[in-house]
């Protein structure tokens, strides 16, 4: 017999959000890392310099980070504790990736009319709610 409770709505409406969210990531980081042409075309000549001149270990934590969240996510919509490690791994680099987005970089010039300090912050924010929310859920007995 399982030790778990039963999740309620609020923990589907959550982690199918998370899974979007997430998916939204792995979109991103694919047309990204493959210049696909809706990133190329999204962007202006100084832009695209700019983002091509990233360092490669921001690119890899851009990788880690969106792919732990996504893995973590689906393992939490099947209520697998592990989810909570991935969630951990994806928030500490995507953190690092954001801060240097924002504090190591021109970021804010070469960006400065679509508010680039923005996302950064949310995506910080969404990776601390996920990690709280499946340790949350683990200590209520929902995941297991």
Known sequence: MSNTSKPNIIFWVITVIALLWNAMGVYNYLIQAFKAEAFTQSLNEAQLAFMESMPSWNTAFFAI????????????????????????????????????????????????ESRPYLMPIIVIVFCAFILWYAKNQKTKGVIS
């Open 65 to 112: 980070a969106v792919f732990s969240g996504f893995i973590g996510t689906v393992l939490l919509l099947m209520k697998k504790k592990i989810a909570i490690p991935l969630f951990l791994i994806s928030f500490i680099t995507a953190t690092i990736m954001q801060l240097y987005w924002l504090f190591g970089t021109d970021a804010i010039e070469v960006f400065s």
